[in-house]
């Protein structure tokens, strides 16, 4: 089975502009939760789909968005980028919600630097 | 929320030398995962634990949660340079959080 992929795996932004990234889960995974790591505040949960629904949302900014589509492939987006955005962006995928207790899978990762 | 404490923060072992990292919580723990990564990479799923006195074990790692699920501890034995990395636990608290992360333990392997 293939893992969880991130596209893409680096990318640089300015202030202000706005970025999207994607996750695929692992094939049959429907459950898709995005991270933030940072050397500061390491590893923070952004938010969690699960069959296309928002389930939970991390203290985060209206500027952080996400969606999931029917093949539970997810896209985050980050609008009006700021330095302190500049991060680790991790997604991972379950087979079942956040709560269920079973195993969650990582994907690698995208390196997002704000200049 | 749920907060973990990770100890130590940072380690370097002599290679074949064991060594244990433990990961203490402010809340009982119902799904205690514990993650490695690479610098800058993503993470590694080593192992999850759920009920008190649970021991799991994936080669030479072996991972235990306490009967009273507050504390779980990594116990690595005949340490590797492969074993090199950080060393994170999570924790899941129901969902309303996602997984909770521990700041992690930074171990090196000296050879």
């Known amino acids: 089975k293939a893992g969880v992929t991130q596209t893409p795996r680096y990318l640089i932004k300015t202030r202000g502009q706005q970025v999207t990234l994607s996750c695929s889960p692992i094939?049959?995974?429907?459950?898709v939760s995005w991270y933030q790591q940072t050397p500061g505040q390491g590893l923070q949960f952004l938010f969690e789909?699960?069959?296309?629904?928002?389930?939970n949302k991390g203290n985060f900014p209206g500027r952080f968005s996400g969606r999931q589509f029917s093949n539970s492939r997810s896209e985050m987006n980050v609008s009006t980028l700021e330095l302190g955005d500049s991060a680790l962006y991790l997604c991972?995928?379950?087979?079942?919600?956040?709560?269920?207790?079973?195993?969650?899978?990582f994907g690698p990762g995208t390196r997002l630097t704000v200049l | 929320s749920q907060e973990l404490e990770q100890s130590p923060q940072s380690l370097i072992v002599q290679e074949g030398k064991n060594l244990t990292i433990n990961c203490t919580s402010s809340k009982t723990l119902y799904g205690l995962y514990w993650y490695k990564q690479k610098y800058g990479e993503g993470l590694i799923f080593l192992m999850m634990l759920q009920k008190g006195g649970e021991e799991k074990s994936h080669e030479k790692i072996t991972a235990k949660l306490d009967e009273k699920k507050q504390q779980s501890s990594l116990h690595i034995t005949a340490s590797q340079p492969s074993h090199a990395g950080i060393y994170l636990c999570g924790a899941d608290g129901g969902g309303a959080d996602g997984l909770t992360f521990g700041k992690g333990t930074h171990l090196i392997i000296q050879p």
């Open positions: 789909y699960f069959s296309e629904t928002q389930r």
């Open positions: 991972a995928s379950q087979g079942y919600p956040l709560g269920s207790y079973n195993e969650q899978f």
């Open positions: 094939s049959g995974h429907r459950s």
